[in-house]
């Protein structure tokens, strides 16, 4: 059971959050990315960049990826994906993509890019905040519990 990120997008204080963890748990932390990321020298934690272009690194985590590993991304295809590789996914906001709720978030996502599209100014995400973190936290939590147990 490892933690792969997708780590192009990923905001520095959910890195922060998951190196803490690693360094605290043990567990395997990779981070993929197009672009050089700095991480802790710690030998569960793991950087590997890949070449740019369009889901080269969503394309290296669904390649790597193995039963109940945990991938961190906001990409909906990208947590699809991996769920059907028998993967957990989680929002650096903590929301839990499962194989109960995926096929809903890639729907809501494909009108959300139609009503997108339509319109010219979009404003984005919301900025994260400590409800977000919080809850990412409690969500990685329970996995690393869950991960100890079966490693018991």
Same mark, same amino acid.
């Given at each position: 059971?490892? @933690?792969? &990120? ?13 190196? *803490?963890?690693? #360094? ?5 932390? =990779? ?5 050089? @990321? ?11 960049? &890949?070449? /740019? ?6 394309? #290296? ?11 961190? =991304?906001?990409? @909906?295809?990208? %947590? %699809? #994906? &991996?769920?059907?590789k028998g993967c957990l996914a989680l929002?650096? *906001? ?6 109960? +709720? ?15 599209? /339509?319109?010219? #100014? ?7 905040? +400590?409800?977000? *973190?919080?809850?990412? %936290?409690?969500?990685?939590? *329970?996995?690393? %519990? ?7």
């Amino acid at each position: 059971m490892k @933690i792969w &990120v997708d780590a192009d997008a990923c905001p520095v204080v959910i890195k922060e959050i998951l190196f *803490r963890a690693a #360094e605290r748990t043990g567990v395997e932390l =990779t981070l993929i990315a197009n672009h050089p @990321i700095k991480v802790p020298s710690l030998k569960q934690i793991n950087f590997l960049q &890949v070449m /740019s272009g369009f889901d080269v690194a969503d394309n #290296e985590i669904i390649a790597r990826v193995s039963d109940n590993d945990l991938i961190i =991304t906001s990409d @909906i295809p990208l %947590a %699809a #994906e &991996v769920i059907e590789k028998g993967c957990l996914a989680l929002s650096p *906001r903590g929301e839990l993509f499962t194989k109960h +709720n995926i096929k809903v978030k890639l729907n809501m996502r494909d009108f959300m890019d139609m009503m997108r599209s /339509s319109v010219q #100014e979009s404003g984005g995400p919301a900025a994260m905040n +400590n409800n977000d *973190r919080k809850s990412f %936290a409690d969500q990685l939590d *329970r996995w690393l %519990a869950k991960r100890a147990k079966n490693l018991s």
